[in-house]
């Protein structure tokens, strides 16, 4: 099994950041309720709104910490996205 990293990028830098390890299931999760921004990526635009719609559909404790660590720092949104390996 591959593992599946969460990274936010920085907007102006496009830098990565490594948010930690999410599970298939989170992944799944996250691909259900989001709309990719590209079809040919994993990417995704995360705002505080899109945290708490999460939770409200049942996102699991670990997967929205790691959303909420994401937004540190941005009220407005970071991308984020998924990489397997």
């Given at each position: 099994m591959s593992a599946i990293h969460l990274y936010k990028q920085n907007p102006d830098t496009y830098q990565r950041e490594l948010l930690g390890t999410i599970t298939?299931?989170?992944?799944?999760?996250?691909?259900?309720?989001?709309?990719?921004?590209?079809?040919?990526?994993?990417?995704?635009?995360?705002?505080?709104?899109?945290?708490?719609?999460l939770r409200e559909e049942g996102a699991d404790g670990e997967l929205l910490a790691l959303l909420e660590k994401a937004l540190e720092g941005n009220e407005e949104g970071v991308d984020i996205f998924y990489l397997t390996e």
């Open positions: 298939e299931e989170q992944l799944d999760f996250l691909i259900e309720n989001l709309e990719e921004d590209f079809e040919e990526n994993q990417e995704y635009f995360l705002s505080p709104d899109t945290v708490e719609y």
